[in-house]
């Protein structure tokens, strides 16, 4: 057996130019410590072998030459070898110094999410590939030999430990002797010989194809996070190995995808010319498997792939509705279990009753949700689905956001500023806390978690006592609020989603994480601008959104409090619930039972005074992303979203008549439409071609599509001068969030004119010239939340700012002596300009409160007079919630 050196050494002790700082490691293949290079002032691993190998000058002679052409192999993903010495009868190796952990260590807490599993095993695969190339071949692939870092995976040891293990057993053919650290009390043996190849095993010699099959070894192990190969015995390892095949991936973890199971199987066959021949050829596989993963990830069917630049550009929906009719009359649903069937069914309200978010209680028998009385009066009402009527809760007026008790027996809920509870039994509600609250759970322990519009979210100790915060908001990620707490199955931990409140739908502070309820350090999990709930083994969160999102569901660990696995779709359109941002109208139940609103969201354009007087409709409700109004005010440009065909389209309305007509057709979306200066033509986006083109089209339907923009990237038009320049935002092509405020004539030549330079600020997707079209106005987050600007046009250099007290939406009037906005409180404000000596603004004052909803949607004619407002439609029909009983089965395959 290898016998390592009895005494570390000690910091400053020096080996040759390198000074030893401190010892990091330790393992088969030596001591490690981190050491500084006092010739080049770096920071490098020197890492000091087994005295056993300088027992033999051939052998060290060896090892050197090989360490020797090791050091010119250079691959991002393959730690560096800078120099090889002997000081002192010490022999040692000098590499790059990584900061990480080995992916041994990485999955000992389980299994990695597919996209991890897949992104390493191409880095390694190429590693390999490059590797092989010339001539050099690991001979020991494993996870301890795989540090994770910042940048990606680093092979450690690369084609050194063929002369290690010679130096120890005495010959090239010797079966290695040497076992790892995972050897338990018992004997199992768990370390590098399940991941030899039979050819090793055998004692013959090691070529590329044996690298195939250890990486193979890793991939299982990857994925599943069990060994390929495992045995009570050496020999009955080397037995298993030698002959038996590994359960299918699929089989161990369903999510996988079939493809995967196919690259490792073809990897560890027996015969290495069964194998895959090359590591390269590996690597192209996995490739082409994450490029489906992250399809399916990012759209789990086609339409939330169609939906994604809706989601981006259109005004937020609220989701008020009224229900009706009567209850189909279930029995109490029992716990989910896979042997039993699923149930499907609708649940129908009493007319003029539901509001919104129906949540089930924790044995998903009932579920409380907001509603209205046949006096307008908004409550809290509790229905069991055994049961053919609603009750109303007393004292529970204006109530929101409601969460239940974990034995079901009491609810939690916001009203008129304060976190309430009251019994469903009956009794006066008890208030809490003076909070607006933005969700809430609650712990078995009695504790109460509550969120505000802003900030952490905090613990309201059952004992008594002042909110204590369980969260730290991280403003390098730009979070500006964490929301929406739900309790997973320990009660000590719970999912949130924190949020940039005023940033993009792909701002990097949107994810969900995990959190726990002493406020230790929270856990990243998936990358969503929604919330997220969990039931029987899975995370339940929504993708997409706009109109209606995407809901999926992906197993999840609540021990290791990890995601595995692909994501599968269960309903295509969940709305979102009312104005609360990255909040969606679901709820399920810890046995399985699924409530969900996919109802259609529908507005209705309506004509406004300056006043905020109703003075008339215009055309029939409809699922409408976008419209503009011509600038004389007679025809308006609707973009509306079609069921049928999953698109949406531009329509052409004649104003005077209330008739509309098609502009465009699909396949593809075309969203937000400006109007040329002279009302002759019509700018949109396109998503044909590439993610988000300029497309330009006669408003009377003549003539075809022309491309004003032909390249990959997102931009979306704004505004059309009267010069012929199209205003447009333009977001990075990688679909980061930098984004940039830009123009670009309608007629060729086209050459862009950057307005405002590509920063992570926000901007909103409303951004207006000025009637002489010398000066922008547009919306932008500088400060933490959107301000209105002014900025001329077009060398870009004198910017004012308009608004006091944050704004969105402007838009000009009165032949530019006027700019109007919507402010946060849903208020239409004006404010006088004077552009006569460069720009000078007054005093903002409020004109009118816009309907609740409203969000952005709304138009004003060149005079300010009045206004065209896309007002959400409260229908005096049912808006149908579906009911799924035991959801896992319903949505298996």
């Known amino acids: 057996m290898y016998s390592s050196r009895n005494l570390a050494l000690s910091a400053g002790t020096r080996l040759g130019p390198y000074e030893i700082l401190e010892q990091v490691g330790a393992g088969g293949m030596g001591e490690i410590y981190r050491a500084r290079d006092t010739r080049l002032e770096r920071t490098v691993a020197v890492k000091v072998l087994p005295a056993t190998l300088s027992a033999s000058e051939e052998i060290r002679q060896r090892f050197e030459r090989e360490a020797k052409t090791i050091s010119q192999l250079s691959h991002p993903h393959i730690c560096n070898l800078h120099d090889v010495g002997r000081e002192g009868g010490i022999d040692y190796l000098v590499m790059e110094y990584l900061e990480g952990e080995t992916l041994a260590l990485r999955l000992a807490k389980g299994p990695l999410p597919l996209e991890q599993s897949l992104r390493f095993g191409v880095q390694i695969a190429d590693a390999l590939d490059r590797a092989h190339r010339q001539g050099i071949v690991h001979r020991d692939l494993k996870p301890g030999n795989v540090m994770l870092t910042k940048g990606g995976v680093k092979l450690l040891d690369f084609g050194l430990a063929k002369e290690i293990q010679t130096a120890v057993a005495g010959g090239d053919t010797a079966l290695p002797t040497r076992v790892s650290e995972n050897l338990t009390e018992r004997g199992t043996i768990l370390g590098t010989f399940q991941y030899m190849s039979p050819e090793q095993l055998e004692g013959k010699d090691a070529d590329a194809r044996s690298d195939i099959f250890a990486l193979g070894a890793v991939l299982y192990e990857m994925a599943t996070g069990t060994k390929a190969f495992a045995g009570a015995t050496q020999a009955s390892l080397i037995s298993a190995i030698l002959r038996d095949e590994p359960p299918p991936i699929s089989q161990v973890a369903p999510m996988t995808p079939p493809a995967l199971d196919r690259v490792v199987k073809t990897c560890l066959a027996k015969d290495p010319e069964e194998r895959w021949q090359s590591a390269g050829d590996v690597a192209k596989e996995l490739k082409w498997i994450a490029e489906g993963s992250a399809a399916g990830v990012a759209a789990p069917q086609p339409v939330a792939a169609r939906r994604r630049n809706r989601e981006r550009i259109a005004w937020a929906v609220a989701a008020a509705a009224i229900a009706a009719a009567a209850w189909l009359g279930l029995s109490r649903p029992k716990p989910a279990d896979s042997r039993f069937r699923a149930l499907r069914a609708t649940v129908l309200l009493p007319e003029k009753l539901f509001l919104n978010n129906a949540v089930l209680s924790p044995d998903g028998s009932r579920f409380v949700f907001g509603g209205r009385d046949a006096a307008g009066k908004v409550q809290l009402w509790l229905r069991a689905l055994d049961e053919a009527g609603s009750t109303p809760i007393a004292g529970t007026e204006n109530g929101v956001l409601p969460f239940w008790s974990p034995d079901g027996l009491s609810i939690g809920f916001f009203a008129d500023g304060k976190l309430k509870r009251v019994e469903v039994a009956g009794g006066s509600p008890l208030a809490l806390y003076d909070v607006d609250g933005v969700g809430g759970a609650w712990a078995p322990n009695g504790d109460i978690l509550f969120a505000g519009p802003a900030g952490a979210i905090f613990r309201l100790p059952a004992s008594g006592g002042p909110p204590v915060a369980v969260t730290k908001l991280d403003a390098a990620r730009g979070e500006t609020a964490h929301r929406y707490p ?408």
Do not use: C
Request: glycine share 12%; aromatic share 10%.
């Open 486 to 893: 739900f309790l997973l199955p320990d009660g000590r931990h719970f999912l949130f989603l924190a949020m940039n409140v005023s940033g993009a739908d792909q701002h990097p502070a949107n994810r969900l994480w995990v959190g726990s309820l002493d406020g230790g350090p929270p856990k990243p999990l998936v990358a969503t601008k929604y919330n997220a709930q969990y039931s029987q083994g899975h995370l339940l969160y929504v993708v997409g959104g706009g109109y209606g999102g995407v809901l999926v569901a992906q197993s999840f660990d609540p021990v290791r409090l990890e995601t595995s696995g692909t994501p599968i779709t269960l309903a295509n359109q969940v709305g979102p619930y009312g104005d609360y941002s990255g909040f969606s109208d679901y709820s399920v139940s810890s046995n399985g039972t699924l409530l969900m609103d996919t109802s259609p969201q529908l507005r209705r354009l309506q004509w406004f005074d300056r006043r905020g007087s109703r003075t008339g409709d215009l055309g029939e409700p409809a699922q409408m992303l976008f419209f503009a109004l011509s600038p004389d005010a007679s025809r308006v440009a609707e973009s509306i979203f079609d069921p049928g065909s999953q698109t949406a389209q531009i329509w052409i309305r004649d104003v005077a008549r209330g008739v509309r007509a098609r502009l465009t057709s699909p396949p593809g979306d075309r969203v937000g439409a400006v109007w040329s200066f002279d009302g002759a033509k019509v700018a949109y986006l396109s998503d044909v071609k590439h993610q988000a083109d300029i497309a330009v089209r006669s408003a009377d339907g003549s003539g075809g599509e022309e491309m004003v923009t032909d390249e990959e990237g997102q931009r979306l038009p704004v505004d059309w001068s009267k010069d012929g320049w199209i205003l447009h935002t333009d977001r990075e092509a990688t679909g980061g969030r930098r984004m940039q405020l830009a123009a670009i004539p309608a007629s060729p030549p086209r050459k862009s004119v950057v307005l405002v330079p590509r920063s992570v600020k926000d901007f909103g997707f409303t951004a207006r010239f000025s009637p002489d079209g010398r000066w922008v106005a547009f919306d932008q987050d500088q400060s933490g939340r959107p301000e209105v600007y002014a900025v001329s046009f077009p060398e870009g250099t004198r910017k004012v700012q308009l608004s006091t007290n944050g704004g969105l939406v402007p838009k000009w009037t009165r032949g530019g002596k006027e700019i109007v906005y919507e402010d946060f409180d849903g208020r239409v404000m004006a404010v006088d300009v004077d552009t006569s000596q460069g720009l000078r603004a007054g005093t903002p004052r409020p004109l009118f409160q816009l309907p609740e909803g409203v969000n952005g949607g709304w138009e004003v004619t060149a005079d300010g007079e009045r206004f065209l407002v896309g007002v959400p439609v409260v229908k005096s029909v049912s808006r149908i919630l579906d009911l799924v009983v035991n959801w896992p089965a319903a949505f298996r395959k």
